[in-house]
């Protein structure tokens, strides 16, 4: 978030009242510094009071990012916050746990064995998406010079489907990529298979393929999109590549639906992101990008930094964070082992699939996505009430539950629908609170005299849709 000097109205109250237990009423400026200092556990209470009214993690089922990790691991990450990843010279151990990371994703993402898969982590999906996305348009230059192309003549574009998460919007706009959406309409939620080749000439550096489709929770065929990539290859100058933007699914497909072909196994996808933060299972934030071959990483885009007197390459945007996520992946990955990770993304598939089938029952809704994809349900409505899935949302929120309903992209803006992204802390035993809520919440509604949205078809977004 941007932010700039407070206006008048919050100028006057540039000042706020705390109490903690039996000290005075103490007074702090909100909007510049205070001139005196405060003791640190009296500074804890103070922040810890001003964050009580923010809603309950776990109740938040709009967010993919994780609220829950084991006990050990928060230790762990607690213990290495100070940690900076860049400084592999100082920390060597901690640069070896992040290239197990890499390693045991390039396995699980099929990476061939003849190829020299290489891959960082980096602070989430978005800046994984802006390094693939980079490594594609610096790829088709250098494609384009040897080509005779003229590379100044036309703007470079990017293929996806108009279902795309905002770091694509992003990463055109930053780095001057037109963005070429190929529209979802209701047969197709996710990319549409017939078109996505007639948006592809010879200025595109690549389609995306999504898995997990942000809006819905669909993943895109990408194997049939591969299929097509291939034909176009035989005769084109410049073999497209796919990168697969796999924010979520690239790290619950491989447990969950091991034969299902949508990564390295097929010849034109390029490169691979993940959030480690969404199903790989960590606090926000860490994310993973992985190229098949280095060949697919122009040398432009890799800096040395040094390494035990040495130096080694890095690919990022940023430069200093704390590697304490970077911990709590490999964490993760040695204490669940491939079994505990299934057995995790299996049970909140279940769960996922139980609130679909419950909410279906209830007769009013018709389900858009049940859950076996990713675990995120996706509904709209059925029936023609005096209350719309905005009322519903309100009304869940009186239980605590975040659940976000917002109109689909482009092209459908016109079909609202309302969301649940079920994580592994979401319990059978919640998600059947959740359910009675619900059915409570409709009651309620139906009941209700007092209306507050003004028109059925109005488009507002509400809530997160990330
Ligand atoms: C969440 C998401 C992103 C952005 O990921 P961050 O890790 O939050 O930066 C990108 N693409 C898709 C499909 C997503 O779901």
Known sequence: MLHSR??????????????????????????????????PELAYRIIK???????????????????????AAVRLMAETLEKNAIDKSEYPQTADLEKRCVNILADLWNAPKDKAFIGTSTVGSSEACMLGGLAMKFRWRKAAESNGLDIYRKKLNLVISSGFQVCWEKFCVYWDIELRTVPVDENHLAINLDRVMDYVDEHTIGIVAIMGITYTGKYDDV??????????????????????????????????????????????????????HKYGLVYPGIGWIVWKDQEYVPQELIFDVSYLGGSIPTMAINFSRSASQIIGQYFNFLSLGFS????????????????????????LFELINDGDNIPIVCWKMKTD????????????????????????????????????????DLNRQMATLFIEDLKRAITDLDQARILFSSSEDEIKVHGFTH
């Open 6 to 39: 407070p206006d008048e109205n919050e100028v006057e109250q540039d000042c706020y009242h705390s109490s903690v237990f039996s000290e005075e009423i103490l007074n702090f400026p909100k909007y510049h510094l205070n001139e005196e200092s405060v003791d």
């Open 340 to 363: 505990g990770y299934q057995r995790i993304q299996l049970r909140t598939r279940r769960v996922a699939m139980f609130m679909a089938s419950e909410i279906e029952k209830t007769g």
């Open 385 to 424: 009430k005096k209350w719309n899935l905005y009322d519903l949302a309100d009304r869940l929120r009186m239980s605590g539950w975040q659940v976000p309903a917002y109109p689909l992209p482009e092209n459908l803006q016109k079909t609202v629908i309302q969301r649940v992204v079920v994580r592994q």
């Open 223 to 276: 194997k049939g999109l591969n299929d097509l990539v291939e034909i176009y290859n035989q005769k084109a100058d410049y073999k497209i590549p796919i990168h697969v933007d796999g924010a979520s699914g690239a790290m619950f497909a491989p447990f969950a639906s091991p034969d299902l072909e949508w990564d390295f196994r097929l010849s034109n996808v390029m490169s691979i992101n993940t959030s480690g």
């Open 49 to 71: 009071n001003d964050l009580m009214d923010e809603g309950n993690a776990r109740q938040n089922l709009a967010t993919f990012c994780q609220t829950d990790m084991e006990p």
